[in-house]
């Protein structure tokens, strides 16, 4: 069941810049954790940021530099940030939750970078 909602994606060029939004709805509250998987035609699903609490923050080593995300803790929301975007980037988004022993998905959005 889809209990967190995604915003954003779309087609970008070549280094342009897009940002995802991810909220809670309104049974989630108080999550550890909230980030980004990405999934690609052919490829293993990967995990592209996370981060816990507000501050600490993990990447995927081909996004660092480039992405970041970030959290608005009172409102459970969580942005993703991505710059300088390159066609490897195309894939569907997922963003995720975490709390207790509990994932909470998101609906997924197509990120498409190409000219």
């Known amino acids: 069941q889809v209990q967190l909602v995604e915003s954003g994606g779309g087609l970008v060029q070549p280094g342009g810049s897009m940002r995802l939004s991810c909220a809670a709805t309104?049974?989630?509250?108080?999550?550890?954790?909230m980030g980004w998987y990405r999934q690609a035609p052919g490829k293993q699903r990967e995990l592209v940021a996370t981060i816990i609490g507000g501050k600490y923050t993990n990447y995927t080593d081909s996004v660092k530099g480039r992405f970041t995300i970030s959290r608005d803790i009172a409102k459970d929301t969580a942005s993703l940030q991505m710059n300088n975007l390159k066609p490897e980037d195309t894939a569907v988004y997922y963003c995720f939750g975490t709390r207790v022993g509990l994932e909470y998905w998101g609906q997924g959005t197509r990120v498409t970078v190409s000219s």
């Open positions: 309104g049974s989630i509250f108080r999550l550890y954790a």
